[in-house]
Every structure is written in C-alpha cells, then in structure tokens.
T-cell receptor, first 109, second 112 residues
C-alpha cells in the first residue's frame, strides 16, 4: 500500500532563504508526482507535475526533483517570499490520489 | 475558463437535513472527485467519477450520494446530515486520475 510522508511538518524561515521540502513514498512504481500548495481557507493549486521518466521540473522559483529508486521527491523554493507561506502537499496516483502529510511553511519578512 | 466552481461557499445545516453541494468544471475533464478535509485527517476521497454515467466510492462514502449525468457537473448529496459531516468539501477534476488535478475553492459545511 502506497504511503506518502512529508518532512518537515512545519517550517518557519526569514524572507530570502532557499528552501527544500521533502516528500517520500513507499512504492517506487509511480506514474508521476504532483506538488500542490494550499492557502488557508482555499482549495489546492497544482504547482508542478513531474513524470516518472523525468528527473526535474521547473516553474519560476520552484524546482521539483524526483528519484524513484529512493522513493523521494524534493521541492526547492528559491529566494522565498512571504507570499510563499502556505501548506505544501505532494501526491502520487494509485487507485486514487495519495496525498502526503503536508508541510506548513511560513516565510516572515 | 472558470475552472472548477463550487457552490455554496458556506452552509449551515441542522441534523437530519439534506442538501446538494454543486461542482462544475468547464475544461471537458472526464475525471472528477469529491474530498473532505478535516483538521489532522488530511484529504479523504468520498466519491469519484471517470466519466458521465460512471461513479464509484472512495474511502469515506457513507452518508453521501453522487451522480454524473453530464461531463461538466458532479453534485454531492448529503442524504441526512450528521454533525460528523461538518467539514470542508473540495471538488477536483482532471483529464484522468494521474493528470494535473484542478481543485475548486471548497464548501465549508457546518452541521448542528
């Protein structure tokens, strides 16, 4: 049974820092992996979808990497800003979408 | 494109009442799903649909009913509301399960 975990659970950093959020999955036979952000009181917004054949995917200041063999994905946020404050979730498709436990990020000025 | 829309945004019900949460998408997506999100429980799948006329149960289907008569709409019905159904409900759509998922803004439901 696929299980997805994220560390850390919470992170508080000053503006400008480069960040790494981690996502681990137990079954390496994944089709792809998605990263989402969720702002308080809002729905999820898809940030990046990285296919199983890809090693990296980039969008602006965000870079997601995928290492299937080790069951890990990282989301790198460059030059963090207060507007990046949100909860970040990773998810992998199985018989349904399996979501990670989430990382709550706070970036303070 | 409006994306995924949900109505209402907020709703308060009394125990035993019924209601329908509306979800619509204008992206011609085949796959649609309903989740509930509770503190400390993450997102849990209630029902999903892989196309018009096809629905199936997720992890927590009891007390909820769905139908999919068109590609665009996927309403969620609460048959007899219970306080345990107090939650935030999200609808999502995609071309297929493993494709990019688009979420609606959510409906915050309180059952007294």
């Amino acid at each position: 049974k696929q299980e997805v975990t994220q560390i850390p659970a919470a992170l508080s950093v000053p503006e400008g820092e480069n960040l790494v959020l981690n996502c681990s999955f137990t079954d390496s036979a994944i089709y792809n992996l998605q990263w989402f952000r969720q702002d308080p009181g809002k729905g999820l917004t898809s940030l990046l979808l990285i296919q199983s054949s890809q090693r990296e995917q980039t969008s602006g200041r965000l870079n997601a990497s995928l290492d299937k063999s080790s069951g890990r994905s990282t989301l790198y946020i460059a030059a963090s800003q207060p507007g990046d404050s949100a909860t970040y979730l990773c998810a992998v498709p199985s018989d349904k979408l399996i979501f990670g436990t989430g990382t709550r990020l706070q970036v303070f000025p | 494109n409006a994306g995924v829309t949900q109505t209402p945004k907020f709703q308060v019900l009394k125990t035993g009442q019924s209601m329908t949460l509306q979800c619509a998408q204008d992206m011609n997506h085949e796959y649609m799903s309903w989740y509930r999100q509770d503190p400390g429980m993450g997102l849990r799948l209630i029902h999903y649909s892989v196309g018009a006329g096809i629905t199936d149960q997720g992890e927590v289907p009891n007390g909820y009913n769905v139908s999919r008569s068109t590609t665009e709409d996927f309403p969620l019905r609460l048959l007899s509301a219970a306080p345990s159904q107090t939650s935030v409900y999200f609808c999502a759509s995609s071309s297929f399960l493993a494709d990019t998922q688009y979420f609606g803004p959510g409906t915050r439901l309180t059952v007294l």
